[in-house]
């Protein structure tokens, strides 16, 4: 017999448990170096129209089906649909969360080089010129391989304490002190030479920038920043209490995730105008721009090795969040134990991290369509299998099962009432399968 499942204690555990998963290096990290190859302002504002119109219904549909069926992935599919396919899209899921999950780790592996670096006193603020050469020095060669691993490994020990100790401890202490750092540097901003232009890239769109690639890469970094798509959400959403008002939960959700966004781009930007940085730089951008940032501050080493910390344990809470999805994939369906299935994700996730982590040094000549291993694992999971993932929940949840179901969930057995509940299965419904499949479509050149 399985173990038996945990239900968060409380509703803040919930949230906070919830908004660790969402907020990540995917807020920090992914949101700006996509914005900025982009064009700004109009990748933002595709990106805000989607979450809220496309992500949030998604999302509690996600939660919907977690909490009905308390099941992984597949098994909520299955348990909603006995007989059918659908379960079939759990495999996918699974898949897309460790390729998603190895280059993760590459990236959180920058910043336990870059906390420790700081804490040495090694991170050459001095000199702009040093900036970009040293980011190459620390992330080329065999050095990241060696970071990914010790961060791959840190997981694995949070996974190991179970959900209810590990993950909830951790991320009601620390998320809201990332926030806190966050707006306290975003107020900093205000006083670099590059705000104005910052801010104008950031808030002026210009339409004609608005493309079938900018369309889609913010629908997959919307997908991605609420950590959906994947049976993340649903699985966490297993393991809420009954007394949980999912659409409250996932609306703060979606509001503190683009709220972390936001302050990210307002850090990033108006550095990258003052320090002469080209916004389209790519992964490698933030990692540039921040050691300017903290060159401008007094103890600028206390912030950076504060900043980086914290950005390794946001981005901790989000893995965790994503082994998750294979994890109870493994012990439910495959009856293996935690500690078994914990390790064979790890191990799987760590090939393809150490692949994705040589993609900057020697491997950065092995590209397939153009793209190094890290870009294609990045494209293809984000870009594609998230959104796909997302259209599948839709029409799953608005077309094929009994529509009780969702109105159930959503006002927790009727304990209230769900005013939005009709705009929420005419999103599901329409609006997200044929936006989505317009975008895709659009995206490939067929329309
Ligand atoms: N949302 C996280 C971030 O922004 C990343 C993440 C966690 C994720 N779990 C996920 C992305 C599941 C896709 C699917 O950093």
Not at 34 to 62: D, S
Not at 92 to 107: D, G, R, T
Not at 408 to 420: E, H, K, P, V
Request: glycine share 10%.
């Amino acid at each position: 017999m399985i173990e038996k499942r945990a239900v968060f204690a409380t509703r803040f555990a919930a949230v906070a448990t919830t908004v660790g998963s969402a907020v990540g290096l995917g807020n920090i990290w992914r949101f700006p170096y996509e914005a900025g190859m982009h064009g700004g302002a109009a990748f933002i504002l595709c990106y805000l129209a989607f979450v809220f119109a496309i992500a949030l219904p998604v999302l509690c549909a996600e939660f919907a089906m977690g909490r009905d069926t308390r099941s992984n992935i597949f098994g909520a599919f299955r348990k909603l649909c006995p007989g059918g396919a659908w379960h079939y899209v759990g495999y996918v899921a699974i898949l897309a969360s460790l390729l998603i999950l190895s280059f993760y780790s590459v990236v959180a592996g920058w910043t336990v080089e870059y906390t420790l670096a700081s804490v040495c006193g090694k991170l050459n603020f001095a000199d702009a010129a040093t900036g970009h050469g040293q980011f190459v020095e620390l992330t080329t060669g065999w050095r990241p391989v060696v970071w990914t691993v010790i961060f791959l490994l840190c997981n694995v020990c949070v996974l190991m304490g179970g959900v209810t100790k590990g993950i909830e401890r951790m991320s009601n202490i620390l998320m809201p002190l990332l926030f806190v750092l966050l707006v306290a540097f975003c107020i900093n901003s205000f006083t670099m030479p590059g705000f104005a232009d910052g801010i104008r890239f950031l808030f002026s769109p210009d339409f004609s920038k608005i493309t079938p690639a900018v369309l889609l890469s913010a629908l997959g970094q919307a997908f991605f920043s609420l950590s959906l798509g994947l049976g993340c959400m649903m699985t966490y959403a297993s393991y809420f209490s009954d007394r949980n008002r999912l659409g409250t939960t996932a609306f703060t959700t979606a509001m503190l995730d683009t709220l972390v966004a936001i302050l990210a781009g307002i850090i990033i930007f108006p550095a990258v105008f003052s320090f002469g940085i080209s916004p389209g730089s790519g992964p490698t951008l933030v990692f540039e721009v921040l050691p300017f940032i903290f060159s401008q501050l007094p103890a600028g080493a206390v912030w950076s090795t504060l900043f980086f910390m914290l950005l390794f344990l946001a981005s901790i809470t989000s893995t965790v969040s994503m082994s998750e999805i294979s994890i109870t994939f493994l012990c439910e369906e495959k009856k293996m134990s935690r500690r078994s299935a914990t390790l064979l994700s790890s191990a799987i996730a760590l090939v393809g991290g150490v692949l994705c982590a040589l993609s900057f040094g020697p491997l950065r000549g092995f590209t397939i369509g153009g793209m190094t291993v890290f870009d294609l694992f990045d494209y293809v999971s984000s870009n594609i299998c998230l959104p796909l993932g997302g259209m599948a929940v839709s029409i799953f949840v608005g077309w094929v099962i009994d529509r009780r179901m969702l109105r159930r969930q959503m006002t927790d057995g009727g304990a209230f009432r769900f005013r939005l509940l009709p705009v929420l299965v005419f999103c599901l419904r329409w609006l997200c399968p044929a936006a989505i499949l317009l975008i895709f479509l659009n995206s490939i050149g067929l329309i």
